[in-house]
């Protein structure tokens, strides 16, 4: 609080060298440490998330180490993504902490913050046409200067993230139509799986879908 007071009273110049200075050497000296040697890449403490007048989860810890995986279940409207927006430091949690490399969101730059950790989700707007390879490239936007451009050996990183996931091959395929074949493929299966219950059903036998 004396921090804040000192950032917004402009005549405050006592205050701002007595507390404002040793914070801002603190803060600077937790940045220079990211990230702490041996910490977990992610960890919740006792978080608590509340949206509106209602609260998605209480008293959530989680602690995640290199080469781990962890998958979140729950209904729609449980307040997943939420959760997950929390984790990557887009929403502040209610109650608790999250932590990267060791220490909070606060004690990271955005930059460094968007080098350590990523967030892919469920649904990504694309309203301007591009290719896959230039929207996997997006992904290094933190890694180059603030006029930087993507340089050979984005591009090979790129193309090595995709070859990892099976898409190689697909780069220059436009991701808007790419992804909508994706829908469609996927709508034409769960109508097929849609009427072959619904057939099995009039039949009174087992249904035999195709997934």
């Known amino acids: ?91 502040e949690p209610t109650v608790g902490e999250v932590r990267i490399g060791g220490l909070p969101y606060a004690a990271w730059p955005a930059l460094e913050a968007a080098r350590f950790r990523g967030l892919l989700a469920q649904q990504q707007p694309d309203p301007f046409a591009a290719s896959v390879l230039e929207t996997v490239l997006v992904g290094r936007h933190p890694h180059l200067g603030r006029w930087g451009w993507e340089g050979p050996q984005d591009v090979a990183i790129a193309r090595a993230a995709l070859e990892s996931v099976g898409l190689a091959g697909f780069e220059q395929r436009d991701v808007v139509a790419q992804d909508g074949a994706a829908r469609a493929d996927q709508g034409a299966r769960d109508d097929e799986q849609v009427v072959g219950e619904h057939e099995a059903c009039r039949r009174g036998g087992p249904a035999r879908v195709a997934v």
């Open 1 to 91: 609080d004396f921090v804040k007071l000192a950032a917004i009273e402009p005549h405050a110049a006592a205050l701002r060298t007595i507390v404002a200075q040793p914070a801002r050497h603190a803060m600077n000296a937790a940045r220079r440490a990211l990230p702490v040697d041996d910490a977990p890449l992610l960890e919740a403490e006792r978080l608590a998330l509340e949206v509106g007048e209602r609260w998605l989860c209480c008293e959530f810890s989680l602690s995640l180490a290199a080469g781990e995986c962890l998958v979140l279940l729950g209904p729609n409207g449980a307040g997943k993504t939420t959760l997950l927006h929390t984790l990557a430091g887009l929403r």
